[in-house]
């Protein structure tokens, strides 16, 4: 689980990221929207529609999946930015390993990786 303050939750923030932010996607399984934000720490939603799984527990099981390959990779992300995160079809049969590879693949494409 992510800290409070990683958290992205204001839906008019959420909005903004969707907006204006920058696209990255990783094979049709997700895409991320990344906006600066002037924080100095990077804050992040997951979104899982009901499109993915119609049952909650499965899209909850997605969503701290995808939490908790970012909780590790965290530091790898460039300061300042909100991220969403919106998965596109069920991954809940995805490795660990191929999960990761996605998320990074994505967040690389949108330019939030640092370095």
């Given at each position: 689980?992510?800290?409070k303050?990683?958290r992205?939750r204001?839906a008019?923030?959420?909005?903004?990221?969707?907006?204006?932010g920058?696209y990255?996607?990783?094979?049709g399984v997700?895409?991320?929207k990344a906006a600066p934000?002037?924080?100095?720490?990077?804050?992040l939603?997951?979104?899982?529609?009901k499109k993915?799984?119609k049952?909650?527990?499965?899209?909850?099981?997605?969503r701290?999946?995808?939490?908790g390959?970012i909780g590790?990779?965290?530091?790898?992300l460039?300061p300042?930015y909100?991220?969403?995160?919106s998965?596109?079809?069920?991954?809940?049969?995805f490795?660990?390993?191929?999960?990761?590879?996605?998320?990074?693949?994505?967040l690389?494409?949108a330019?939030v990786i640092k370095g």
């Open positions: 689980m992510l800290a303050a990683s992205l204001n008019r923030d959420i909005a903004r990221v969707y907006k204006r920058t990255g996607a990783s094979g997700l895409s991320v934000s002037g924080r100095s720490h990077a804050r939603v997951v979104v899982v529609p993915v799984d049952r909650a527990v499965i899209r909850n099981r997605i701290r999946r995808l939490l390959s590790q990779n965290l530091a790898t460039g300042g909100d991220i969403v995160i998965v596109h079809r069920d991954v809940s049969e490795t660990t390993q191929a999960l990761s590879n996605h998320l990074m693949a994505a690389q494409k330019g």
